[in-house]
């Protein structure tokens, strides 16, 4: 079993940075790609970025390029989302996600093995 446990949400006002980390445990955690998914009230769940298991690849969705940024520290088992010009629009529940697929396929939403809990992040305008 994979436990993942997010932390670093909270309120921001536009154009705002704020930093997500995500600290897993249980199995070895350079085995899986990570990523990066948001859920907004009333809204499905998308993906937002994925890095790979070494940090060599990554994938972001187009609304984030540019803004944000996917890393991964394999000593810390920990993986980040460094979030900079923070729109409204950016206002969700971030989820992390360890995945048994490309960091292509985490794009899709597939092969999605594990889950955090979530945390707030609020923009304002």
């Known amino acids: 079993q994979v436990q993942l446990v997010e932390s670093g949400g909270g309120s921001v006002q536009a154009g705002g940075s704020l930093r997500l980390s995500c600290a897993v445990s249980?199995?070895?955690?350079?085995?899986?790609?990570m990523g990066w998914f948001r859920q907004a009230p009333g809204k499905e769940r998308e993906f937002v970025a994925a890095?790979?298991?070494?940090?060599?690849?990554?994938n972001y969705a187009d609304s984030v390029k540019g803004r944000f940024t996917i890393s991964r520290d394999n000593a810390k088992n920990t993986v980040y989302l460094q979030m900079d010009s923070l729109q409204p629009e950016d206002t969700a529940v971030y989820y992390c996600a360890a995945g048994l697929g490309t960091v292509q396929a985490m794009g899709r939403m597939k092969l999605l093995a594990y889950w955090g809990q979530g945390t707030q992040v609020t923009v304002s305008s």
């Open positions: 249980g199995r070895t955690f350079s085995n899986y790609n």
């Open positions: 890095i790979s298991w070494n940090g060599g690849s990554t």
